[in-house]
């Protein structure tokens, strides 16, 4: 069974300075949410209650922003303001949330191999924050879990993409199975779109079985000198392990200023309530 959440949230976000000088990433918020808790809901929404963390330098409003804040909630006790702490305090009461820190950003390989500590021995599923999903029935991640419980290999969701932004994505190339599902022959990190083996672009979610963090120790720096998810991964789908899963759904790249401005805008149209 899945019960744990991977958050890589270590990186610096150099996309988004200089807002992202001294504030994480991962603590933009989309209209009145940081987009860290966009994905611990969806990912509590997909059955997972064990969240786990991979921090950084300069990454302190993460842990803090999960924790009780007494100061201020006694302040607004018994205020109209109390009711908009009650979703943050839903999620600290019902989850269990653990932090690690990644000392050199050698890459998302590097910092889900630093993860492993607060994993372990078990099949967990991994969501980079700044990819917002909104799944169309339901969250992306509870679509993958879904597929999980009936595979039980590693899933990583893919999306189309237009073929000359194939150099921004891990790609893959697979053979069709029924339902939005690709067994993954091969993938390529950031391919030039001559070289790109689809335009299927792996995206923010992953489940991953636990002997990737074998493959991640024995893997070598790759594209730009950081340890590549995207390498550790082939090695499992050269044994027929991995699937690539086409969502329903929509992603927002939130890592750049346009995704994010969509995002909000969709947000506030679509989800928010003052
Ligand atoms: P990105 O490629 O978006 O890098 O990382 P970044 O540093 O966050 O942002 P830019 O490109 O400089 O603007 C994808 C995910 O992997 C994490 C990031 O936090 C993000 O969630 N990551 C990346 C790490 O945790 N450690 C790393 O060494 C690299």
Redesign the pocket.
């Known amino acids: 069974m899945l019960k744990k959440c991977l958050?890589?949230?270590?990186?610096?976000?150099?996309?988004?300075?200089p807002a992202?000088k001294t504030m994480p990433?991962?603590m933009l918020p989309i209209v009145d949410k940081p987009l860290i808790q966009y994905g611990v809901e969806e990912a509590m929404e997909g059955g997972l209650s064990h969240m786990a963390v991979?921090t950084?330098r300069g990454k302190r409003a993460i842990p803090d922003y999960f924790d009780v804040s007494y100061e201020l909630e006694h302040q607004i006790q018994g205020t109209e303001k109390e009711k908009k702490l009650a979703p943050i305090r839903e999620i600290i009461d019902q989850c269990v949330f653990s932090f690690t820190r990644?000392k050199?950003?050698?890459?998302?390989g590097?910092?889900i191999l630093?993860g492993e500590t607060l994993i372990g021995n078990e099949p967990f599923a991994v969501v980079?924050?700044?990819d917002l999903c909104v799944g169309n029935a339901k969250g992306v991640l509870s679509q993958m879990v879904d597929i999980y419980n009936q595979h039980k290999c590693s899933i990583v969701a893919i999306e189309e993409i237009p073929i000359d932004e194939t150099d921004k994505y891990g790609v893959i190339a697979g053979d069709a199975l029924a339902g939005n599902l690709y067994r993954v022959s091969n993938m390529v990190e950031k391919p030039h779109p001559s070289d790109a083996p689809s335009n299927l672009a792996i995206i923010?979610r992953y489940i991953f079985t636990p002997d990737i963090f074998d493959i991640l120790r024995e893997t070598p720096p790759g594209k730009n000198g950081?340890i590549q998810i995207t390498d550790a991964l082939y090695v499992q789908a050269k044994q027929g392990r991995v699937l690539g899963y086409k969502f329903s759904g929509r992603r927002f790249d939130c890592?750049?200023v346009e995704g994010f401005v969509s995002a909000t805008n969709f947000f506030y149209e679509n989800v928010y309530t003052p």
Do not use: I
Request: no cysteine; charged share 25%; hydrophobic share 35%.
């Open positions: 958050f890589p949230a270590a990186g610096y976000g150099t996309r988004f300075l992202t990433k991962e991979v950084g990644q050199e950003m050698r890459g998302l590097d910092a630093t980079l924050a700044d923010g950081e890592g750049s």
